[in-house]
């Protein structure tokens, strides 16, 4: 053989390895997603809240870390849902800090500002150490971001958001949610990064639950 030809099936070895180790990266590969490997079906189907719509529940908290390593995928995959298909974030509170920090998201949510606001309190609970969970310390940030100190205040102490913050800890019992990030596509079928192999390969994969999601509805 010679040293030519041996560098080249070398490297030719070298690329064959690469590959594969990209598919096992996807979690997925080639087949697709496997479920009871990749994402897990309910037994029992939770019912929706958006109509008509397929639901893509995602089961999160701002203290989390690992969710907000994933919140980039999911801001640029948001921009891509179809007509048919809706996207809510779901707090949970695994521990006293995160109903403080639920209390934030549904309060920016209530104003309208949360899809804008939510890289921001990642950056500022995971990066810049700001403990928002405090509600006087989630208003001077608020105030600081431009927010009226007034509403988000009046928002946060309101009984809606009280009413949200019971009906999430009831969501996320009902699903069973015992880690986070969780996403629920259309009350059926339930996956996370770690099952699909990364937080990159999560939106492929959720397009892929939808497409299953939209074929087993019923046909109207």
Request: net charge positive; hydrophobic share 45%; glycine share 8%.
């Amino acid at each position: 053989m010679s040293k030519l030809h041996a560098l080249t099936r070398r490297a030719f070895g070298g690329l064959m390895v690469a590959a594969a180790a990209g598919l096992l990266a996807t979690g997925a590969g080639a087949q697709g997603l496997q479920e009871g490997k990749n994402y897990f079906r309910l037994k029992s189907p939770q019912p929706v809240e958006t109509g008509k719509k397929i639901e893509v529940l995602e089961f999160f908290s701002y203290g989390c870390p690992h969710c907000a390593d994933l919140d980039p995928e999911l801001q640029a995959w948001q921009k891509t849902l179809p007509a048919d298909v809706a996207f809510r974030r779901v707090p949970v509170m695994f521990q006293e800090r995160w109903v403080g920090l639920s209390k934030v998201f549904f309060t920016l949510e209530a104003l309208g500002v949360d899809d804008k606001m939510t890289p921001e309190v990642f950056v500022a609970v995971h990066k810049n150490g700001i403990q928002l969970w405090n509600e006087k310390t989630f208003f001077d940030w608020a105030a600081s971001k431009g927010l009226d100190r007034k509403k988000v205040e009046e928002m946060y102490g309101s009984f809606a958001i009280n009413g949200k913050v019971n009906r999430a800890k009831q969501l996320a019992q009902a699903y069973n949610v015992q880690s986070v990030p969780m996403v629920v596509v259309d009350g059926r079928f339930t996956t996370a990064s770690d099952k699909v192999g990364s937080h990159a390969a999560m939106p492929a994969a959720l397009n892929e639950l939808i497409a299953k999601a939209r074929a087993e509805r019923p046909k109207s």
